[in-house]
C-alpha cells in the first residue's frame, strides 16, 4: 500500500518568515495530494490540494508544489503568522480523492514565533 | 459547502461496552464514506471504507468483528465499536464525498473522543 512520509515533525520560525514542509509518497498510481491543517482537538481542515497533473498550485500565502518524478511534495506558507500555528499534514490517495481513502504523513507541529 | 455531521462528539464508557459513532451527510448523498483513527499526538489512520449497500472494506490489521461499519443509507454510515477496551480509546473521524463531483475533496465530520474505563 502506499506510504506517506513527511518531516519535518516539528517546525518553529519566526512570524513573518516562511514555512516549508515536505512529503514523500511510494504509490505511483497515487494521483491527489491534499494538506490538511489540524488544531488541537478538532477535525482536519483542507488548506490547500494538487493533483497529478500540476505541478504547483498557490492560494494567497500558502503554495504547494509537486514532483512526480521524484514522488515527493511540499507546503509552503509565506509571511507566517500566529494563527499558523497548528499541526500540519500531507496526504496522498488515488482516484481522484474519491474511491480512495487518503493515506497521511505523521504531521508537522508549526510553530510561530512571535 | 457540503456538511459531515457527525454524533456523538464525546463518549466516555466501561469497558466491555460496546459504541455507537454516526456520520451523516447532511447536504448531499455520499456512496462512499471513510472511517480513520487518530491516537493522541499521531497521524490519522484510515481503518476502512463504508460503501452504501454493501460489505466495508477494511485496512489491514483492523478487526471486522471489533469494528462493526454499517452503511444503510447515502447519508448515513455508522462505527460500532464492540466490548471496547482501553486501548480503543481514542479520536474517530469520519469523511465523506459527494459522488456527483469526482474532483471534490473529502469533507470531514468534527470526529468522536472515544474514552474507555
Known amino acids: 500500500g502506499e506510504n506517506v512520509e513527511q518531516h519535518p515533525s516539528t517546525l518553529s520560525v519566526q512570524e513573518g518568515d516562511s514555512a516549508v514542509i515536505k512529503c514523500t509518497y511510494s504509490d505511483s498510481a497515487s494521483n491527489y495530494f491534499p494538506w490538511y491543517k489540524q488544531e488541537l482537538g478538532k477535525r482536519p481542515q483542507l488548506i490547500i490540494d494538487?493533483?497529478?497533473?500540476?505541478g504547483e498550485k498557490k492560494d494567497q500565502r500558502i503554495a504547494v508544489t509537486l514532483n512526480k518524478t521524484a514522488k515527493h511534495f511540499s507546503l509552503h506558507i509565506t509571511e507566517t503568522q500566529p494563527e499558523d500555528s497548528a499541526v500540519y499534514f500531507c496526504?496522498?490517495?488515488?482516484?481522484?480523492?474519491?474511491?480512495?481513502?487518503?493515506?497521511f504523513g505523521k504531521g508537522t507541529h508549526l510553530i510561530i514565533q512571535p | 459547502g457540503a456538511v459531515v455531521s457527525q454524533h456523538p462528539s464525546w463518549v466516555i464508557c466501561k469497558s466491555g461496552t460496546s459504541v455507537k459513532i454516526e456520520c451523516r451527510s447532511l447536504?448531499?448523498?455520499?456512496?462512499?464514506m471513510f472511517w480513520y483513527r487518530q491516537f493522541p499526538k499521531q497521524s490519522l489512520m484510515l481503518m476502512a471504507t463504508s460503501n452504501e449497500g454493501s460489505k466495508a472494506t477494511y485496512e489491514q490489521g483492523v478487526e471486522k468483528d471489533k469494528f462493526l461499519i454499517n452503511h444503510a443509507s447515502l447519508t448515513l454510515s455508522t462505527l460500532t465499536v464492540t466490548s471496547a477496551h482501553p486501548e480503543d480509546s481514542s479520536f474517530y473521524i469520519c469523511?465523506?464525498?459527494?459522488?456527483?463531483?469526482?474532483?471534490?475533496?473529502?469533507?470531514f465530520g468534527d470526529g468522536t473522543r472515544l474514552s474507555i474505563l
Open positions: 447536504d448531499f448523498q455520499a456512496t462512499t
Open positions: 496526504a496522498a490517495s488515488k482516484a481522484g480523492g474519491g474511491a480512495d481513502g487518503l493515506t
Open positions: 494538487i493533483r497529478s497533473n500540476v
Open positions: 469523511s465523506a464525498k459527494s459522488p456527483r463531483n469526482r474532483n471534490q475533496p473529502q469533507h
